[in-house]
């Protein structure tokens, strides 16, 4: 989807920002709602201001049951957010516009940022507002200074840098979570080299050589059979943002996966890379996600996703 207006991903260790999170009914832009919003506002590296708000999505009939319902029952072993809680919930048309007054025009930081900012654009351009905050997404940052973590999902994260958690999947406190966690690897960024160093090494070097995913082989032979990647084949199309293709098929390869170089009947998961490459293509679709379309209406069972989506699915244990 090519989201006009959207802010820009940043890359920099700023002391002035705001820290968003949301909980929603699922990972799918199209089909799933939020249902939690929270930021804080930081002021040279302190809390300065608190916003949360829980917000009544859709509501739907499950079968065989004729009482309204807003989330199933595997969000709310997640969140703790039960459907009696959203039942009073404001809704989006209240919460949102009290939301953008809160952010106002501050650069926003999230964890796999572009999932929150994916849903929050979404959710506003429904209402007819715009969301265009630039942000910096602290899962680029935590995998560049903490690269031999198998794992870098926020509990993953405060648990390498000793920060506890009280709460997880709760809006406000992995706001605060996310907060402790980027002041701490700033602060160990920053022991090391200047800020201007660190972003510099983002920089994206050309490589002459063809990316084969045959030549992608795991690192590991302990995989974890229920991982939802596990025996799945993966195919990218377009730049990805928290790092280069050749590293995520690496990941995906020591889950258990297999890297597919083109979509054919076998893919599983087409992982759709930046919107900025996906419009710049004629009709705003690479190839391959003109294949995949046509092989869905054919009825093979491919899901394309976007790259936050992806690094969900990749990061689930």
Known sequence: ???????????????????????????DYTYCEIIEIS????????VVDRFSSLVQPTPYFEEGNTKEVYVDSFITALTGITNEMLVSA?????VLPQFLSF??????????????????????????????????????IFRKALPNLSHHRLLDISNELGISVNCYHR?????????????EIRSRILANQSEEQFVSSFKKHRHSVKLDANDIVPQTNDFDET??????????TGALSCMTRRA????????????????TKKTNYLVIGS???????????????????????????????????????????
Do not use: W
Request: proline residues 2%; aromatic residues 8%; hydrophobic residues 40%.
């Open 1 to 27: 989807m090519d989201r006009e207006g959207k802010g820009s991903s940043l890359i920099g260790l700023p002391l002035d920002y705001t820290v968003i999170d949301v909980e929603t009914t699922g990972i």
């Open 39 to 46: 930021a804080i506002k930081v002021c040279n590296g302190l």
């Open 90 to 94: 404001p809704k989006p048309f209240t």
């Open 103 to 140: 952010v106002g025009n501050s650069v926003l930081v999230a964890h796999n940022a572009n999932f929150d900012i994916n849903f929050l654009y979404d959710a506003c351009n429904r209402l007819g507002m715009k969301f265009s905050n630039n942000f910096i997404d602290t899962l680029r």
């Open 171 to 183: 809006a406000e406190a992995d706001c605060l979570t996310t907060n402790m966690c980027y002041l």
């Open 227 to 236: 991982h939802p990647l596990y025996g799945k084949t993966v195919v990218f």
């Open 248 to 263: 995520a098929m690496q990941l995906v390869a020591n889950v258990g996966g297999e890297n597919g170089n083109s979509v």
């Open 275 to 317: 919107e900025e490459f996906a419009s710049s293509v004629k009709d705003g679709k690479t190839t391959k996600m003109k294949k995949a379309e046509d092989l869905r209406l054919k009825g093979n069972e491919i899901t394309i996703i976007s790259e936050a989506a992806f690094f969900d699915l990749l990061e689930t244990s």
